[in-house]
């Protein structure tokens, strides 16, 4: 039974940080590549930011600079540590493989930027 569980999320202040977590009851998670996606109030749901099995990385221009994704094999976690956050970022956050499997999505976590 896979299970993603997102946690972290929370209010924050502009150029504030947070991190973001999701714990994954994934077989094999190493071999896959995970994403986190966010769904920002009236808009659809996007890819924020992907890491793969070997590490490499790839993120979103609005995030490129600010975000960083990280994952733990042995805690079957992927992280997101969120510098300098904007009013922009206001979502619900949400971790999934890369490509989304729709069968598997969490709750999410609220993050709320606002001063």
């Known amino acids: 039974q896979v299970q993603l569980v997102e946690s972290g999320g929370g209010l924050a202040q502009p150029g504030g940080s947070l991190t973001l977590s999701c714990a994954a009851s994934?077989?094999?998670?190493?071999?896959?590549?995970m994403g986190w996606y966010r769904r920002a109030p009236g808009k659809q749901r996007e890819l924020v930011a992907r890491?793969?099995?070997?590490?490499?990385?790839y993120y979103a221009d609005s995030v490129k600079g600010r975000f960083t994704i990280s994952r733990d094999n042995a805690k079957k976690t992927v992280y997101l540590q969120m510098n300098g956050l904007k009013f922009e970022d206001t979502a619900v956050y949400y971790c999934?493989?890369?490509?989304?499997?729709?069968?598997?999505w969490g709750q999410g976590t609220q993050v709320t930027v606002s001063s």
């Open positions: 994934i077989s094999f998670f190493k071999d896959y590549t």
């Open positions: 890491i793969g099995s070997g590490g490499s990385t």
């Open positions: 999934n493989y890369f490509p989304i499997r729709d069968a598997y």
